[in-house]
């Protein structure tokens, strides 16, 4: 369908938009806490007419507006059900933008582009509420807590699936680092799964000029830390993708003491079930198989931090959502030609309510910081270093036409099922 009508107005509504995505951008707050967000979410749904539930799963906002098209009101069943969501915390990140919106809240930072994410979404619905009979069916729009740790299982789990329509697809879009005004995805697995687990290795401390008293847990640490680097390299098949990332690892308090224990924090990145079982049997296997090695008093504690899936992006979906980005946006589609390390926690909705989901990408990155790199190597190379890239002190989306792409092309994806 052509989506025209239901963009009617927009123009004239993006000062107002990007005045609303400046305000979440200087006030980020973290994962669970989003309180001034949500009530910020609350309060814009209300006045454009829709049906608002607060507190779900924490601090989550779910809008519902269900429409007949013939200027009557609507009811469920009137059409199919679509699910919109965006999340809305922000990171432990210290802003280095050095933008004149940049936070207030010290050590807090929309680093990862939630903010537009939120901006995006009350767009969407500001046109759905306004432009009533340009579409029909119902709408769910889903604003979401706590993606940075998983959060959509807490809304899940909050009776999401009884008290809100059942949704025919759900639907998604994250700000990436590339350039801004592109949209692009993929069929099947789009996102990594992310696995983490604090480990804590058991020694048995002492004084430093006696290790032969004591079963050393840094050198066993040690050990395991460069043994995890041949999971990927020797376990993990050429055509496959995985990662093994340990990001932390903490022990002693003195150089001449050796301590009881060291903890180490390990992040597994997979994109399919068996790479996944493979990988995290393998750092299972060779912690404990590194404490055998070293005589450790106690067998290894590995405890699971968090655990996100596969994103996975249905075929027939995503080819419906392609074919409306295309149209909405010609030459400025693109489709990757595999799945990216990040990893989403989105694909919960999909999994939990029975519904295929699609999830794509709107680049929001500065034109100018692209000057020698095109499309083609963009997707085949990934994004140069040189670029702030989400999760970044200096990520730094630019809201034009970043905020205006993002609102049509939810539109425009909706739109496939909701025309009239
Ligand atoms: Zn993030
Ligand atoms: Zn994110």
Known sequence: MSISPLLTGLTGKLPELRALYEDLHTYPELSFEEERTAALVAERLREQGWEVTERVGGTGVVGVLANRGDGADGAEGDGPVVLLRADMDALPVREETGLPYASKNDGVMHACGHDMHVAWLLGATGQLAAVRDAWRGTVVAVFQPAEEVGGAPKMLADGFAERFPRPDVCLAQHVAAAPAGLVGTRAGALMAGADSMRVTLFGRGGHGSTPEATVDPVVLAAAVVMRLQTVVSREVGAGQQAVVT???????????????????????????????????????????????????????????????PVTHNDPAATEAVQAALAAEFPSLTFELTS?????????????????????????????????????????????????????????????????????RALLAAAGHWLAP
């Open 246 to 308: 340990v990001g932390s690892i903490h022990g002693g308090t003195k150089e001449n003491i050796i301590p009881d224990t060291v903890e180490l924090k390990i992040n597994v990145r997979s994109t399919t079930a068996a790479v996944r079982e493979r990988v995290l049997a393998a750092v299972e296997r060779i912690v404990r198989a590194e404490a055998a090695a070293s005589a450790a008093p106690r067998e290894p504690e590995i405890v699971p931090i968090e655990s996100f």
């Open 339 to 407: 799945p990216v390390p990040n990893s989403e926690d989105f694909g919960a909705f999909g999994t939990a309510l029975g519904a295929p989901s699609v999830f794509w990408f709107v680049g929001g990155a500065d034109h100018r910081l692209f000057v020698d790199v095109d499309l083609e190597a963009l997707v085949r190379d990934g994004i140069p270093p040189q670029i702030p890239s989400n999760h970044s002190p200096r990520f730094a989306p630019v809201p034009e036409p970043t905020i205006e792409t993002g609102v």
